[in-house]
């Protein structure tokens, strides 16, 4: 280093106006932080009614009131200074923490990067404190009438810190973050009343006095009725009570697993690694469990001083929390002793509200903003999944003429093609599947033909390759010049209504079914959300919908290939694809993503009988379609066993 360059730089204090802007990077990342810290504030005053207010996803104003304990003037002024506050003394208090804030330096970090407004008043207070902060520093200090309670606004969030100001996302996005923090808070204290309004629209009004169950349904909706079932543990060292999923009822995402400990949503690897455990062989590939579990230990077992954030912790023993935590939840599963969400009895029935609180959040990545990406969208071709498949042949160009002139999802599997291609479906999801069953004539029973469905116009006798017969109702057995061929249909059918579909896709051709009287689907909020973001690309994949007041929606047609009956739980699982992957920000991958949501739903089940015809008809479209050799998930979709290995192996 040079004498010139060294000498330029020196050692010195920083101001406290930088030093408070450095702080607040760590505890205010974005809107959503000043809404959870604030929210936790209100929790710990004793608040039973919080009401958010924020405007553009909190990014020009928040307002949290609440019926807490308020403060006092000399309170009030210390509160806004850095590292003040009530809720420890000494350095023991940091081992035995029982409040969901502590650090003391909330409302200054935030204050520092925003217009900040206090107002509070105490039980004893002669009319309330309002103190008024800009960039950090201290503007007002006076009194106004105001009731019990406090309400703090934060205006131009990030005003003098441009840089953190760009990286803020959509206003959507932002919005959905503050409804996550709302959930989270609302489930760990379901006797609290919580409601939310963004740009003067009530999103949220969650009445307090509730139990957990009855918020979840709140939340989520009346389907968690029956995926839900209770438990409970109680010994000396740890105990817990909430809802687990059943077996029988996964999801494809984490979106739905909540724990708190001590009334606080953390992150614990010991927590979701022992309840995951304790599922064990009964969740498959790409299968969760749903689960809202209250833990209440010691607090001198956990550290929560890990983060500025306090959303992780340590366990003393966090060996013993997992093999707790696996050990019951296995019995539960097994022996099926754990009641119905929804029974007459609840595990936690016995325990006292503060028994009972306490999440580890798995969150949604953030939503991805789909503006107007999709005009003049290109559909991609799945390079990952056909490094072992032929390249389509050049009569792709072809087909695609036949897909704009021909509804492409009308022809079944059989020799005579008998659904109406334009099918009209009636007001109602039993009467469209009824319809359904009704137009179709085959071998199979009317409640799984459906299921079948293939796309084009196509020859239905293979070329190649000679069906033999079917094994145990998942493989085709088929010869060909080189010998016998095994194929697993259903994987098979999936992979042909993927390359087809995401065809029609293209050509923006998706055949639908169009509903004389619209479907209603009940969403959570943080969906509704992602749903209207996502109006555009589920239009282009078949998809109408349009909202129909607070977090319903109504579904005017969908793809040709679904039924009525599956249109809430494939839209969901749309949402959770979404909601996952969705920072990936390429419009093509949307579509790619709802492309494979939907035809898995549309592909036949794994086991299904198929008459001699059905199967030559799969076969025959395999090969029209470059006969590509691996599945969506990249497994071979057959396997060949020559003449010379068969004679090897009866040692001929």
């Known amino acids: 280093m040079s004498q010139s360059s060294s000498s330029k730089k020196s050692v010195r204090i ?39 207010t924020v405007k553009n996803g909190g990014k020009d104003l928040i307002s949290i009131l609440d019926n807490g304990c308020g ?57 309330a404190t309002r103190i008024f902060i800009k960039g950090g520093y201290l503007e007002q200090v006076g009194k106004i009438g105001f009731p019990q309670g406090t309400r703090i606004t934060v205006e131009r969030l990030f005003y003098n810190t441009p840089a953190r100001l760009k990286f803020l996302k959509t206003t959507a996005t932002e919005l959905q973050h503050i409804q996550q923090h709302l959930v989270q808070k609302s489930l760990a204290h379901p006797h609290i009343h919580f409601r939310l309004t963004h740009n003067r629209q009530l999103l949220l009004n969650l009445s307090g006095g509730q139990e957990l169950n009855t918020r979840i349904r709140q939340l989520f909706g009346e389907e968690f009725r029956d995926i839900l079932m209770t438990v409970q543990h109680k010994e000396t060292y740890l105990r817990y009570s909430g809802f687990i999923s ?68 340590r366990f003393r023993n966090s060996q013993l929390v997992h093999t707790i935590l696996t050990d019951q939840i296995s019995s539960a599963l097994k022996d099926g002793a754990s009641r119905r969400f929804f029974g007459r009895e609840h595990a936690h029935s016995n ?29 991609p071709a799945r390079k990952k999944h056909r490094t072992e498949a032929r390249d389509l042949p050049p009569r792709a160009s072809l087909r695609a003429e036949k897909l704009a002139k021909k509804s492409v999802f009308s022809s079944e599997i059989r020799i005579e093609e008998t659904r109406n291609k334009s099918a009209k479906v009636q007001d109602s999801a039993s009467t469209i599947k009824q319809a359904n069953q009704d137009s179709v004539s085959g071998n199979l029973p009317v409640n799984e033909i459906r ?96 909202p129909f007041g607070g977090s319903t929606f109504a579904v005017n047609t969908i793809p040709e290939i679904l039924s009525a009956d599956q249109v809430e739980k494939v839209i969901r699982e749309i949402l959770d694809h979404l909601a996952l992957f969705g920072k990936r920000g390429h419009g093509e991958e949307i579509l790619q993503d709802i492309c494979q949501v939907v035809v898995a739903h549309g592909s036949m089940p794994a086991e299904q009988e ?11 479209q395999w090969e029209e379609l470059g006969s590509p050799l691996t599945s969506l998930q990249d497994v071979p979709v057959l396997v060949e066993f020559s003449v010379q290995e068969l004679k090897r192996r009866l040692k001929r």
């Open 14 to 52: 920083l101001p406290e106006s930088l030093i408070n802007k450095i702080a607040a990077g760590e505890v205010v990342e974005r809107p959503a932080s000043v809404v959870k810290e604030l929210l936790e504030n209100a929790i710990d005053a004793g608040a039973t009614d919080i009401q958010v």
């Open 71 to 127: 403060m006092n003037e000399a309170d009030a002024q210390l509160a806004v200074e850095r590292h003040a506050t009530s809720k420890i003394i000494d350095e023991d208090d940091l081992f035995r923490i029982q409040t969901l804030g502590f650090r003391g330096e909330a409302l200054a970090a935030i204050a520092s990067v925003s217009h900040f407004e206090l107002l509070t008043c105490d039980d004893e207070s002669q009319g």
């Open 246 to 313: 059943f077996p029988s009822k996964p999801r494809t995402s984490r979106r739905w697993q909540y724990i708190f400990v001590n009334e606080r949503n953390v992150k614990s690897p010991s927590i979701n690694h022992g309840i995951y455990d304790g599922y064990g062989t009964f969740l498959g590939k790409g299968q969760h469990p749903v689960f809202f579990l209250n833990l209440v230990i010691d607090p001198t077992e956990i550290d929560v001083n890990v983060h500025p954030a306090k959303t992780e912790i």
């Open 351 to 379: 325990m006292s509200r503060s028994e009972l609180s306490g999440q580890i959040e798995l969150p949604m990545n953030d939503p991805l903003p789909l503006e107007s990406q999709f005009s003049g969208m290109t559909f």
């Open 451 to 546: 299921n079948l469905r293939l796309l084009l116009p196509l020859p239905t006798v293979p070329k190649k390759i000679r069906v033999l017969g079917q094994f145990r109702r998942t493989y085709i057995i088929a010869e060909n010049d080189a010998g016998l061929v095994m194929i697993e249909q259903r994987a098979l059918h999936e992979r042909l209504l993927y390359e087809i579909y995401a065809e029609a896709l293209q050509i923006k051709d998706v055949p639908v079914q169009t509903f004389q009287a619209s479907l209603l689907i009940e969403l959570s909020p943080q969906e509704s959300v992602l749903l209207e973001q996502s109006l555009e690309p589920l239009a282009v994949s078949g998809f109408a919908v349009s």
């Open 610 to 620: 198929l008459a001699l015809s059905e199967m030559e008809c799969l076969l025959a």
